[in-house]
């Protein structure tokens, strides 16, 4: 298990490569120079072309990128065009934010998916099932943005102690992480939930209607068991792989940072702050926070692949050969 | 003392799918002694699993159900339960402890993700709850032929063979008084066939437990069987004591379920293979369900669908040729345009 996971890890290393060149290179490529957004609107030709030599803007492109990759391994993330403060420092203090949104959404979403999923797979074909499809349907179809506009106008307007944007913190644990007002967090959450929750759901319901045909229900069945521990203990623990699967995606899209609904809530999350720095050509900020998504990603990835292992002891045996 | 342990009495199961009914069961009647084993033989779609799943109280439903008939199991203290007719609570009650069964394929009827001490031990809970369920588990294990030891390994670290006996193990955990086999060697290897035989045999013999064998392998039911019911098209068409069926077989089926095999005694070049297929359940031949297939057909078994014919107080066929009644004398052969 121990080496799986050491492969596993170094197998990252090619994957932040390959996702820092790209963004190296249409960040590079989009237009834009960097010396005049540092100096500002005010500043001479000369004293542009002179920052552009100082930041190495004149050197070729790899000397750039390896330059870039020379200093990330130091750990230097460089500083942002923009506030001139250490990219690192404001990605992690916005980083518990999302990880925050994220959780409440995620428990919305998997409250709402699994019970309704494993129901619609039971029913197959009621009106209960039907339902819960449609829905499901809806969820996954409805784009976030406009979603969040709609409870925006529809709740938080009329409704007094829900902002329409912004979070309110309730309390603060170990100086940075904010823990918002329920008012402030549930809009968003939901908004962020019902898209996951379609997702989870419908493969909940198409994992499960798989699982319960399987003989070793029937065998469950013939034993005597009672149904509804049928479908607790030997079905959804069958049905699981799936639907882990699908919610760790889901989870590590929504860390990386939910870019619409954060913008639309004016969440302070990496997503939003991702979205600015885009506006304002900030590229340092750019390509370390696509390295730090792809990074949260990739890790909860590997988080999902370990989890795996206590679901399925037939994994856990490949882990062990492997 | 009556020593019925079962008594199916005209079971009619029928699978409606799309509006199409399929006549899976059609009338049959059974009944099993204590410590009896029952064969039921016949080819695949004759209805045989659907009978098991009926008696199991398993029938899946939609699309199945049953739609005449009971299902009579008396149990050791003399209790009478229809189980076409109890409610569920009930149903789980026998499903388990008083009646189980074998699943035909043991690679796919073990819960993977559950360790085969726990699929062993959770019967004896859900029946036995005064019993240390573990310890009864382990001896089963043991009772098998597998080490206690690998209690809690996984289904996928034992062979299929292994996996069988587990399956065994788990059926017979709460010493039922009537154990379905389904089909219990067809999947396994000839050697392996002929160990979980003889462990069936010994454990059938220690615990008195009646079984009912459903296989297509005559040769299995030769082997452990008192009794066979030959089943053709969702009806027994033949029933008696091993020696009434294979000695002295009557029906044209059974006689061409026997020449299809072949024998070590003659000569023969080729099997004679019984011609045609099963009938499509969706759309039964009328009168005998055989007739087409059959090689003494006359247009009195077109029509007349033939009753419960006693050969002696054991044996029974359902036949108007083996009846030789007056219909079957006087119609004429049937002629393949």
Known sequence: MGSYIFKRVLALVPILIGVSFLVFTIMHLSPGDPASLVLGEQATAEQI?????????????????????????????GQSYVSNRDVATEILSRFPNTVTLTIASMIIAIGIAIPTGIIAATKQYSITDNVATVLALLGVSMPNFWLGLMLIIGIAVPVQFIPTGGMKVAYTLFGNIKIPTLGSIILPAITLGTGAAGIIMRMTRSSMLEVVRQDYIRTARAKGVSEKVVIRKHALSNALIPIVTVVGLQFGYLLGGAVLTESVFSWPGVGRYMVDSIKTRDMPVVIAGVIFMASVFTIVNLFVDILYAYIDPRIKAEYKKG | ???????????????????????????????????????????????????ALAIMGLIPNPPGKVTKGNINFTNSENMKIDICNVNNKALLDIRGSKISMIFQDPMTSLNPVMSIGDQIKEGVEIHQPEVNAKERAKEMLELVGIPKERFNEYPHQFSGGMKQRIIIAIALACTPELLIADEPTTALDVTIQAQVLDMMK?????????????????????????????????????????????????????????????????????????????????????????????????????????????????HYTKCLKVEGCNEYKESRVIDDE
């Open chain 1, 49 to 77: 072309a002179q920052k552009r030599e100082e930041m190495g803007l004149n050197d070729p492109f790899l000397v750039q990128y390896g330059n870039y990759v020379f200093k990330y391994v130091q750990g230097d993330f």
């Open chain 2, 1 to 51: 003392m009556n020593d019925t342990l079962l008594d199916i009495k005209d079971l009619e199961v029928q699978y409606v799918v799309d509006g199409e009914i399929t006549r899976a069961v059609n009338g049959i009647n059974l009944k099993l002694k204590k410590g009896e084993v029952l064969g039921l033989v016949g080819e695949t779609g004759a209805g045989k699993t659907t009978t």
């Open chain 2, 202 to 314: 010994d454990l059938k013999i220690k615990f008195n437990t009646a079984m009912l064998m459903i296989t297509h392998d005559l040769g299995v039911i030769a082997k452990t069987c008192d009794n066979v019911a030959i089943m053709y098209a969702g009806e027994i068409i033949e029933y008696g004591t091993l020696r009434d069926v294979y000695k002295n077989t009557q029906h044209p089926y059974t006689m061409g379920l026997f020449n299809s095999i072949p024998s070590i005694d003659k000569v023969e070049k080729r099997l004679k293979p019984i011609k045609g297929l099963t009938p499509d359940a969706t759309n039964l031949p009328s009168g005998c369900k055989f007739h087409p297939r059959c090689e003494f057909a006359r247009e009195a078994c077109r029509e007349i669908a033939p009753k419960e014919y006693n050969l002696n107080e054991t």
